[in-house]
């Protein structure tokens, strides 16, 4: 399986990005899609999940601002963030598991690349 991301960039406070995860190959293997982030000198965070059954799951940094979505094969997953904040500032990271659990754990079983996310004026 590989994930790619897309979609981050340079955004002012206040404003919205929506980055999305594509996932080729043994798609049927994955269970759950997340996202993680990581910012200088901070540790990596789950931001949001969703299983294939579409549970999903936010940290309390981004409730209310983030929200995940996939479509119905779970082969894209996108993350739209509204309100972003200076603090949102991160490297953004697509990865599948086996549960919401496991992820929360940083149990994964497939990561993708990467993609920076700042929020900036």
């Known amino acids: 399986v590989q994930l790619v991301e897309s979609g981050g960039g340079l955004v002012q406070p206040g404003g919205s990005l929506r980055l999305a995860c594509a996932a080729s190959g043994s798609i049927f293997r994955l269970n759950t899609m997340g996202w993680y982030r990581q910012a200088p000198g901070k540790q990596r965070e789950l931001v949001a999940a969703?299983?294939?059954?579409?549970?999903?799951y936010y940290a309390d940094s981004v409730k209310g601002r983030f929200t995940i979505s996939r479509n119905g094969a779970l082969n894209t997953v996108y993350l739209q963030m509204n309100s972003l904040k200076p603090e949102d500032t991160a490297v953004y990271y697509c990865?599948?598991?086996?549960?919401?659990?496991?992820?929360?754990?940083?149990?994964?079983?497939?990561w993708g690349q990467g993609t920076q996310v700042t929020v900036s004026s």
């Open positions: 990865a599948a598991g086996a549960s919401i659990v496991r992820l929360r754990f940083g149990s994964y079983d497939y």
């Open positions: 969703i299983t294939s059954g579409g549970t999903t």
